[in-house]
């Protein structure tokens, strides 16, 4: 039976990455985003879930803080949705943790890299195929690095396709993003036949764990629920600025049209009287039609009429 429960619902997101019971669950998820730049042997949850489950005052904070054993500091979040101006609350954050080590006297050698990471189950850069974005200072050529301290690393969940084999994934980030897209549709042998890796075992386990605990099962429809919510109200304000920019162009259409029909009356009105015929005007802009207005009306005036 399917485990059913899905890894993207904040709720679990941070059960998942934010336990100090799964250290090796957030490791492995650190060192597959980061790759072979930096290998994390020990991490530190700052703000683990404390206290009763259903605290909503608690989980109201559901990013993951962290730290590992060189003073680096992660900040870990899940987006279901594409809330407005994500990019620059990117940079924000990242820059706000790197800023919060600074204290009075303190030099700026002592600053330690800030990296975010954000799953986003959308899609930001629609005209790039990149799943996995990695944002740094670097030059416009790229090939020159001012600081390895503010990093934002990205992954849109919808570019990556699902496989139709059963083959095992082997590729860390690849085997998180199938994680993320289906760990909710497949079984506990299902995940340890996928990736034949220990800390994917143990997130089933968490997934389970949710399952199975009324408390945590509850939080988490709480969350799905509010989650679907505000993907719900997102869809209908966006369907809602169509419609009104649909009729806001239709009523824009229809002053146009009087106006361009006053125009081509006027036209009419001075060729009768120039005794010059009737004057081709349809399918001519506005533009064409005011210049023809404006030379009927030159030759008009000078016959002294």
Not at 21 to 47: K, M, R, S, Y
Not at 104 to 115: H, K, M, N, V, W
Not at 236 to 247: I, M, S, T, Y
Request: with cysteine; charged share 25%; glycine share 6%.
């Amino acid at each position: 039976m399917a485990i059913g429960i899905d890894p993207t619902v904040d709720y679990a997101f941070k059960l998942l990455l934010g336990s100090p019971e799964h250290p090796a669950i957030t490791l492995h998820f650190l060192n597959a985003i980061l790759g072979d730049e930096i290998q994390i042997t020990d991490v530190e949850i700052i703000n683990p879930i404390m206290g009763k489950e259903d605290d909503i005052d608690k989980l109201s904070i559901l990013d993951v803080a962290a730290r590992d054993s060189t003073g680096r500091l992660y900040d870990i979040e899940m987006q279901t949705s594409l809330p407005a101006g994500l990019s620059q609350r990117l940079a924000y954050y990242t820059a706000s943790m790197y800023v919060s080590q600074m204290g009075e006297g303190d030099g700026y050698t002592l600053l330690r890299p800030a990296i975010s990471i954000c799953v986003l189950d959308a899609v930001l850069f629609r005209d790039s195929p990149q799943i996995h974005s990695d944002f740094q200072l670097r030059s416009r050529e790229g090939n020159l690095r001012l600081t390895d301290g503010l990093q934002i690393h990205l992954l849109e969940l919808p570019k990556y396709p699902v496989p139709s084999d059963n083959r095992v994934i082997t590729d860390p980030v690849e085997a998180w993003l199938y994680f993320f897209r289906q760990a909710d549709e497949m079984t506990t042998e299902d995940i340890e036949q996928r990736f034949n890796c220990p800390a994917f075992t143990e997130a089933a386990e968490v997934l389970e764990m949710i399952q199975r605990t009324p408390e945590q099962r509850s939080q988490y429809e709480l969350r799905l629920k509010a989650q679907r919510d505000e993907r719900a109200r997102m869809q209908h304000a966006v369907e809602q600025a169509r419609l009104e920019g649909k009729a806001e162009g239709r009523a824009e259409g229809k002053a146009e049209g009087e106006a361009l029909g006053e125009v081509k009356g006027r036209i009419q009105l001075l060729s009768t009287l120039l005794n010059t015929g009737q004057v081709p005007v349809d399918g001519l802009a506005m533009e064409q039609l005011v210049a023809i207005e404006s030379d009927l009306q030159r030759r008009l005036r000078d016959r002294g009429v």
